[in-house]
Each structure stands twice: as C-alpha cells, then as structure tokens.
C-alpha cells in the first residue's frame, strides 16, 4: 500500500506564505497524479490543486488560483504545494492524495483518488 504524509502546516498571519508537502512511501512517485484538498470545521472537503503524472497539466480552484502553486519532484516522492498571499479563509486542514494515473483523471473529485494522507492544519489569522 502507498503511504503519505502530509508536513508543512502551521499557524501564519494573513497575507504570509507556507509550503506544504506530501512525500510518498513509494519507490517512484511518477506515475501518479496528486491532488491537494481541504476540508475547514463544518464544511465540505473541497479540491484546492492538482498535478498530473508528468506535471505537464496542473488545476487550481478558482478560490486559490494565482496564490497557490502545485509542483513536483519525482526524484523525492514528493508533491509541493506553496501558498502564497494566505486569508483566513485558507485556513483548514489540508490532505494529499493520490492515484495512479494512466491517461486522464478527475483531479477535482475525491472518489478518484484511493490514497490519501492524514492531513496538515492551516491556521491563517487576520
């Protein structure tokens, strides 16, 4: 099984910046697509960003687009996830998750992907 492992939260004031990880237990990251996602105290989980397995294609919700940046280094099993200009609303904990891709995907939906890590809290003040 693939194990991840998300680092990088914390608490940061509004209109700072954080970088978050997601680091695979996995030989090579390569061939997978990986999504970011964030569910905040009484609401939805919803889609925040995703890479595809060459990197080539990469999503944004509309809410992050701009601030957020998705990237990733095969070489370390990781995907990265930098945040930039952070709001409150930004607050939330945040998972990874992945699926082996071999043509397209639904970056956007969680049914997609069949691991996912334990999550990394986000605390944005004013």
């Known amino acids: 099984q693939v194990q991840l492992a998300e680092s990088g939260g914390g608490s940061m004031q509004a209109g700072g910046s954080l970088r978050l990880s997601c680091t695979a237990s996995l030989y090579s990251l390569s061939s997978y697509a990986i999504g970011w996602f964030r569910q905040a105290p009484g609401k939805e989980r919803e889609f925040v960003a995703a890479i595809s397995w060459s990197g080539q294609s990469t999503h944004y919700a509309d809410s992050v687009k701009g601030r957020f940046t998705i990237s990733r280094d095969n070489r370390k099993n990781t995907v990265h996830l930098q945040m930039n200009s952070l709001k409150p609303g930004d607050s939330a904990v945040y998972y990874c998750?992945?699926?082996?891709?071999?043509?397209?995907?639904?970056?956007?939906?969680?049914?997609?992907?069949?691991?996912w890590g334990q999550g990394t809290h986000v605390t944005i003040s004013a």
């Open positions: 998750a992945a699926r082996q891709q071999y043509d397209g995907y639904w970056y956007g939906e969680t049914y997609w992907y069949n691991y």
